[in-house]
């Protein structure tokens, strides 16, 4: 039986997005199932980058309005100076021919990583299934992230 990992993404920031899809990747590269269960921010990675996001009521258009979310979008955890430390981590990345998010997420899936968004945090920010990019495999909640977690042997919270 092959050993699992479990990795929620909690947040929603560029480069803590990277750090998990290295892991994931590298973790499913030694042999491992790998789980990412993304939730709250760490939706952000998993919504798409075009179109709009529809939701019901004021707030909730409010809060993805303000809260775009979408691989191409996401800040950097420090220094992202309204974008330009973003832009500029990126053009670092392509010149080092490090992989963007987007290339991340399909080797991830390319290798078996398993993408799950959360249904808890999507009902609460007023997110439907259409508001994600078509790599996600599962949605589901806590629950579920429990479930293989317990069997997992390398729990990660990013």
Do not use: H
Request: proline letters at 2%; aromatic letters at 8%.
């Amino acid at each position: 039986m092959k050993e699992k990992m479990t990795i929620i993404v909690f947040s929603g920031d560029m480069d803590k997005a990277m750090a998990s899809f290295i892991l994931a990747t590298s973790a499913a590269a030694a042999g491992m199932d790998v789980t990412m269960f993304f939730t709250f921010w760490g939706l952000n990675v998993l919504k798409r980058n075009e179109g709009g996001i529809q939701s019901r009521g004021i707030m909730r258009k409010m809060l993805n309005w303000m809260n775009r979310g979408g691989s191409r979008r996401l800040p950097l955890s420090k220094f992202d100076m309204v974008g330009m430390g973003r832009w500029m981590m990126k053009k670092l990345m392509k010149e080092s021919k490090m992989p963007t998010v987007d290339e991340l997420i399909t080797m991830a899936k390319e290798m078996g990583v398993r993408l799950v968004a959360c249904t808890t945090t999507m009902g609460v920010m007023g997110l439907s299934k259409d508001a994600f990019i078509p790599e996600v495999d599962s949605f589901a909640g806590a629950s579920a992230y429990l479930g293989e977690a317990k069997e997992g042997r390398v729990n990660l919270f990013i």
